[in-house]
Nanobody, 125 residues
Framework: QVQLVESGGGLVQAGGSLRLSCAASGRTTSSYVLGWFRQAPGKEREFVASISRTGWNTEYADSVKGRFTISRNNAENTVYLQMNSLRPEDTAVYYC??????????????????WGQGTQVTVSS
């Protein structure tokens, strides 16, 4: 069992940056693939980024490649999402999630077993 708590969301102007954090408790996060998803009002939850157990492998949605960076610190049981060059279309509730390491990285939401409560990111134009 893993409990995930996101933080770091907020209001930022277009072109700005935010760093999201997700702290895990319970079973150590090094046992899991970790990911970030987001959900905008009226839209389905979508994949943002995923990182392997060791942190050596990452995968990103095309919409955030080159702007967002996922990283993890297994010693601190934390995963991060550095978001740069933010756009109004990045506005959403951002969720972190943990998946069993069946694959190196995981992009499908249904493969993730544990989810945080989400943190709101709002990008103004």
């Amino acid at each position: 069992q893993v409990q995930l708590v996101e933080s770091g969301g907020g209001l930022v102007q277009a072109g700005g940056s935010l760093r999201l954090s997700c702290a895990a408790s319970g079973r150590t996060t090094s046992s899991y693939v970790l990911g970030w998803f987001r959900q905008a009002p009226g839209k389905e939850r979508e994949f943002v980024a995923s990182i392997s157990r060791t942190g050596w492998n990452t995968e990103y949605a095309d919409s955030v490649k080159g702007r967002f960076t996922i990283s993890r610190n297994n010693a601190e049981n934390t995963v991060y999402l550095q978001m740069n060059s933010l756009r109004p279309e990045d506005t959403a509730v951002y969720y972190c999630a943990a998946a069993s390491p069946v694959y190196v990285t995981v992009v499908r939401a249904r493969e993730y077993h544990y989810w945080g409560q989400g943190t709101q990111v709002t990008v103004s134009s």
